[in-house]
């Protein structure tokens, strides 16, 4: 039977790994792994309502996202916004198997600071855990050295200068894996040019078939096994579209078959399109090419 703990607080993160020491501060958290107790019933599924950031080396296998297993025998970087789950699959030996260090951070944190307006721009954190960032040794160095300077300044007084250099640092660590995301899509090009010929294909039979309704991002997701953050930001690195663009542009181009091809109304093809309301599907096609559908059809 699985267990689900969900954590509120740094403090019920200190007490589920087992540490000796009491928090730092309130809110935020640096962890090194070798001291953690991790040693949990089978199957523990956790959640927190903190940001998390985390790098580990295992000896073997022992994280799961969803039923999956995640690989961080090479170290690597995984990214967990608020309430995303995470099964922990406890069967460490020594605490040597397990190395690595955790940030962890409350939005209470930022909330009053320019970081809290930029999270939603660091699309790593919507990623599912079995996207996470395998960096090179180099880039280890430099995300530890990020997470040295917080902890270092964790040891110090609290005073009124803390909160700014903390989440200063907190920031230039998450350009830092904005930066690396973007090396490994353009290191990993050739497994990623199948995802984009799968979603290229998808759609133009998509658009061929009598399908209900508009393929969303969500759908193209599920059918290539990426999380939609993930698989627009892969589409954007190799074709300078995301996946919406991708599903407007073969949409407009069967727009454009149907108007050509038929002397069906615009308000037929909206429909047939999958579009609920025929205004939007107008207001999208002019956005597109510059022309209405009636324009377009008129000039052709």
Known sequence: MSTFIHLHTISDLFRLFKLEDSPQHPLIAVVDFSKVDEHMEEDTKVSADFYTVMFKNYAKNNVK?????????DGNLICMAP???IELDSEIEEKDD???????FHPDLIRATSLNDKMKDYNFFSYETSESLHLSEKEKQILYDCVLKIQAELQENIDVHSQAIIVSNI??????????YGRQFITRKTSYNGV????E????EYFRNDNQGLPTVKYLAEQVRLSPSYLSDLLKKETG??????IHFYLIEEAKNILLSTDKSVGEIAYALGFEYPQ???????????KTPIEFRSMN
């Open 280 to 290: 939007y599907f107008n207001k999208l096609f002019k956005q597109k090419t510059g």
């Open 196 to 199: 984009v010929a799968q979603i």
């Open 241 to 246: 579209k995301n996946t919406q663009d991708h």
């Open 171 to 180: 920031e230039l660590l998450l350009n830092y894996c904005t930066r690396f």
């Open 201 to 204: 294909k998808i759609l133009s």
């Open 65 to 73: 996202y969803g039923r999956k297993l995640i690989d961080f025998q």
């Open 98 to 104: 397990m190395l690595g260090w955790g940030l962890f």
């Open 83 to 85: 309430n995303q789950v």
